[in-house]
């Protein structure tokens, strides 16, 4: 639940594991951790979040708010652990119009991330990275967006 920030993630997920660690407390366990994960959802939202703006400008935080939320978000994600690490080796997010391909990693047992996220579709050369804790990451732009609409969903 709110340990990992699932409690705002509204949607079923599917969860393949393969896992193994060694120690005496959760600390060490997770420093252990090796094996590969996959996380998948065909429809999610999440609430109190909008990905849009933290995906198209620089933002310190995911600006939480109680009205936001990100709707028909699908995502998988195909990792694989090595000492407490996940290595985002493949995977995709959309939601809304938007296709994201994120790669990079994420330390567990510090909970921070550093991932690159490459929009796909038109104007595919904008980059994002998110760095830091993932509680409270930095949005900052990896390359300079190329047009300030590359995240904008299609008009219905």
Same mark, same amino acid.
């Given at each position: 639940g709110?340990? =990992?920030?699932?409690? #705002?993630?509204?949607g079923a997920?599917?969860l393949?594991? !393969?896992?193994k ?7 060490q ?12 959802s065909?429809?999610?939202?999440v609430?109190?979040?909008? =990905?849009?703006p ?6 310190k935080g ?9 709707e028909?978000?699908s995502?998988e994600f195909?990792t694989?652990l090595?000492e ?5 080796n ?6 809304n119009?938007v ?5 990079g ?9 550093l991932?690159? =996220?490459?929009?796909?579709?038109k ?5 994002m990275s #998110? ?5 409270e990451p ?9 047009s300030?609409? !590359? ?6």
């Amino acid at each position: 639940g709110g340990l =990992l920030g699932f409690d #705002m993630l509204d949607g079923a997920i599917d969860l393949n594991a !393969a896992v193994k660690a060694n120690g005496q407390s959760i600390a060490q366990m997770v420093s252990t951790l090796q094996g590969s994960l996959k996380l998948s959802s065909p429809e999610a939202v999440v609430q109190k979040i909008d =990905l849009l703006p933290a995906l198209s400008q620089p933002q310190k935080g995911w600006n939480l708010q109680e009205s936001a939320k990100t709707e028909n978000l699908s995502f998988e994600f195909d990792t694989t652990l090595a000492e407490g690490v996940a290595v985002l080796n493949s995977g995709r997010m959309s939601f809304n119009g938007v296709s994201v391909k994120p790669r990079g990693e994420i330390d567990i047992l510090r909970q921070a991330v550093l991932i690159q =996220l490459a929009p796909s579709g038109k104007n595919t050369d904008a980059k994002m990275s #998110m760095t830091g804790q993932w509680l409270e990451p930095e949005f900052s732009a990896a390359d300079i967006l190329k047009s300030k609409t !590359a995240l904008t969903p299609p008009a219905n």
